[in-house]
C-alpha cells in the first residue's frame, strides 16, 4: 500500500509543480487553490509512504516521479521544448525509479 501511496504522492508533486509555475506567484486564483491542496496532499502521502519505506528511497522515487511528470507535461504542451536528450535523460530518472522499487 505504501507504494502506491507514494507514487499517487509523486503524481501530485508534478500537479503542485505545475499549478505553481501557472499562479503567476500566487496571483492567479485557481492554480493558487490547486498548488496548495496538491502540495498538502503529495506530502502527506509521502509522509505515509515514509512509515513502512526508507526516507532516502521515498524521496528519491516521490522526486523522480514529480521531476519526470512535470518536464513531460511541460514537453507535450509546448512550454518547453522536447529533445532527444531530454526525452532519455527522463527515461533514465524513470528507470532509476524502477530500480529502486525493484531493489527494496
Not at 509543480?17 to 500566487?26: E, I, P
Not at 515514509?50 to 516521490?62: E, I
Not at 514537453?75 to 529502486?100: D, F, R
Amino acid at each position: 500500500m505504501a507504494w502506491i501511496v507514494l507514487v499517487l504522492s509523486g503524481v501530485l508533486e508534478a500537479v503542485w509543480a505545475t499549478a505553481l509555475g501557472k499562479s503567476d506567484g500566487f496571483t492567479r486564483l485557481w492554480p493558487t487553490v490547486i498548488f496548495g491542496v496538491t502540495v498538502v496532499a503529495s506530502m502527506a502521502g509521502l509522509a505515509y509512504a515514509m512509515r513502512t519505506l526508507p526516507v532516502g528511497t521515498s524521496y528519491a522515487v516521490w522526486v523522480g516521479i514529480g521531476a519526470a511528470l512535470t518536464v513531460g507535461y511541460a514537453m507535450v504542451t509546448g512550454s518547453e521544448s522536447a529533445t532527444l536528450v531530454k526525452l532519455l535523460l527522463i527515461t533514465g530518472i524513470v528507470a532509476c525509479v524502477v530500480g529502486l522499487k525493484l531493489v527494496h
